[in-house]
């Protein structure tokens, strides 16, 4: 039995629309929620999602919205697929700039520095400081100890003063000379704060140092900023 075309129908697609069964058809063809494939991808969307899937979805569409390649190095420009030559073209100075940026952090990551200072052992407390790119730098140094080292143990610290950013990462070492002519060196890697320092309170037994100066050496074996 044939259903009445003046009878109510609803449409497949679910948009709750309730139409007359002689326009179901036209209707169901036109409506917002009907299945379409993508042009460029061929993935399944709805109608209603089209313009959205291209712009931001499609890995395929000229006109979806890519991030720059060089966003990594810092480049924060979006643009069409198909504007992405164009970008490059336009920008390829400033890509070259972010890369030689990012070049020179690397060489400044592994560039191992070396400062030598002579302390003397009468004063209680004595402080050095030195500057590197990833920022300023002071060797705290108690000939007489301090804190669980004093009177038995010379202590050095290493503090961040200031930088470009709030936390470093740093390994570092000290070495001392020793009374018997030898190098004692112990090495941390840790994150400073700016303004926060690390070191060792006991780093060597006061009898083993020499008497009136001491000889440090600060290596900076790597730098890296650390962003939260």
């Excluded at 300023?136 to 301090?146: A, H, L, Q, R, T």
Aim: proline share 2%; charged share 30%.
């Amino acid at each position: 039995m044939n259903e009445c075309k003046y009878g109510l129908g609803v449409c497949r697609w679910k948009c709750n629309t309730v139409v007359q069964r002689r326009c179901l058809e036209e209707h169901e063809m036109q409506c917002e929620l009907r299945c379409v494939k993508c042009a460029y991808c061929s993935q399944t969307i709805k109608h209603v999602d089209e313009s959205e899937h291209h712009r931001t979805k499609c890995d395929k569409c000229p006109w979806t919205v890519v991030a720059c390649q060089y966003k990594e190095h810092g480049c924060v420009k979006r643009f069409a697929r198909e504007e992405e030559e164009q970008h490059n073209n336009e920008f390829m100075a400033y890509h070259l700039s972010l890369i030689k940026q990012a070049y020179d952090k690397l060489l400044e990551r592994t560039r191992e520095t070396r400062y030598e200072y002579v302390f003397n052992t009468k004063e209680e407390i004595q402080k050095t400081d030195f500057i590197t790119s990833g920022g300023k730098w002071e060797v705290i140094f108690y000939p007489k100890g301090n804190k669980a080292g004093k009177g038995t143990h010379l202590s050095i610290y290493l503090r961040l003063v200031s930088a470009s950013i709030p936390k470093i990462r740093v390994r570092f070492s000290f070495s001392v000379l020793m009374k018997n002519g030898q190098w004692t060196k112990l090495e941390a890697v840790h994150e400073l704060s700016v303004g926060g320092d690390w070191g060792w309170h006991k780093f060597v037994g006061l009898t083993e140092c020499p008497n009136d100066v001491v000889f440090v050496t600060t290596t900076m074996h790597q730098i890296e900023f650390v962003v939260d």
